[in-house]
């Protein structure tokens, strides 16, 4: 499979606990998004990566998220101390220099 | 701040109809505008694209009309079919490609066999 994969698909966690997710990009593509999504809602841009450079974060973005991407290929998000509003589908998503973005299948995290 | 507006929420078509929803934006400085297509548990897969240099893209049964003096963009659907059935999303952003989307609330599409 040559999509953007994004591992776990489902996380459960409790409240105050730490998660975190990757995404494996589609692998000639330097630019790699995260975006969230709510129930009923659309995606909200969250941060993007051109190679292993941080290049735009949303005010969504809260102190306890962070996203790396390390060597330019994969990223992590990690959300600390989770609360019950971060429960969301977490999505990835990547794109050669101003193309077209693909989509991963999406992390669903629910804080219990 | 709602940047892109998107209708209707919810649409039943009949198989073989014309699916067609509708999107409008204010920022005048966008200039990519995708639809994606979503099943529930999926993420988001891009169906087709439009930059407001010309005002219509055609791709198979899917077709954007763009009216850039309205600030309104929408996609029709030409014989809807059951697997068509999924929400669809409208989306923009200002000249960086695809770099931080705005994306619509969303259209929950059902077509009616």
């Given at each position: 499979?040559?999509?953007?994969?994004?591992?776990?698909?489902?996380?459960?966690?409790?409240?105050?606990?730490?998660?975190?997710?990757?995404?494996?990009?589609?692998?000639?593509?330097?630019?790699?998004?995260?975006?969230?999504?709510?129930?009923?809602?659309?995606?909200?841009?969250?941060?993007?990566?051109?190679?292993?450079?941080?290049?735009?974060?949303?005010?969504?973005?809260?102190?306890?998220?962070?996203?790396?991407?390390?060597?330019?290929?994969?990223?992590?998000?990690?959300?600390?101390?989770?609360?019950?509003?971060?429960?969301?589908?977490y999505?990835?998503?990547?794109?050669?220099?101003?193309?077209?973005?693909?989509?991963?299948?999406?992390?669903?995290?629910?804080?219990? | 701040?709602?940047?892109?507006?998107?209708?209707?929420?919810?649409?039943?078509?009949?198989?073989?109809?014309?699916?067609?929803?509708n999107?409008?934006?204010?920022?005048?400085a966008?200039?990519?505008?995708?639809?994606?297509?979503?099943?529930?548990?999926?993420?988001?897969?891009?169906?087709?694209?439009?930059?407001?240099?010309?005002?219509?893209?055609?791709?198979?049964?899917?077709?954007?009309?763009?009216?850039?003096?309205?600030?309104?963009?929408?996609?029709?659907?030409?014989?809807?079919?059951?697997?068509?059935s999924?929400?669809?999303?409208?989306?923009?952003s200002?000249?960086?490609?695809?770099?931080?989307?705005?994306?619509?609330?969303?259209?929950?599409?059902?077509?009616?066999?």
């Amino acid at each position: 499979d040559t999509g953007v994969s994004q591992d776990p698909r489902h996380k459960i966690t409790k409240r105050g606990q730490n998660v975190t997710f990757r995404c494996d990009p589609i692998s000639e593509h330097n630019r790699l998004y995260w975006y969230r999504q709510t129930l009923g809602q659309g995606p909200e841009f969250l941060t993007y990566f051109q190679n292993e450079a941080q290049l735009e974060k949303s005010r969504l973005l809260s102190d306890r998220f962070s996203a790396e991407r390390p060597k330019g290929s994969f990223s992590t998000l990690e959300i600390q101390r989770t609360e019950q509003g971060d429960s969301a589908m977490y999505l990835c998503a990547s794109s050669p220099a101003r193309g077209e973005a693909f989509f991963g299948q999406g992390t669903r995290l629910t804080v219990v | 701040q709602q940047q892109v507006k998107q209708s209707p929420q919810s649409l039943i078509v009949q198989k073989g109809g014309i699916s067609i929803i509708n999107c409008a934006y204010e920022n005048t400085a966008f200039d990519y505008f995708p639809w994606y297509q979503q099943f529930p548990g999926k993420g988001p897969a891009l169906l087709i694209a439009i930059r407001p240099d010309v005002s219509e893209k055609k791709e198979g049964r899917f077709t954007i009309s763009f009216n850039k003096s309205a600030k309104q963009f929408s996609l029709h659907i030409m014989d809807s079919q059951p697997g068509d059935s999924a929400t669809y999303f409208c989306a923009a952003s200002a000249g960086r490609g695809a770099d931080g989307l705005t994306f619509g609330k969303g259209t929950h599409l059902i077509i009616q066999p």
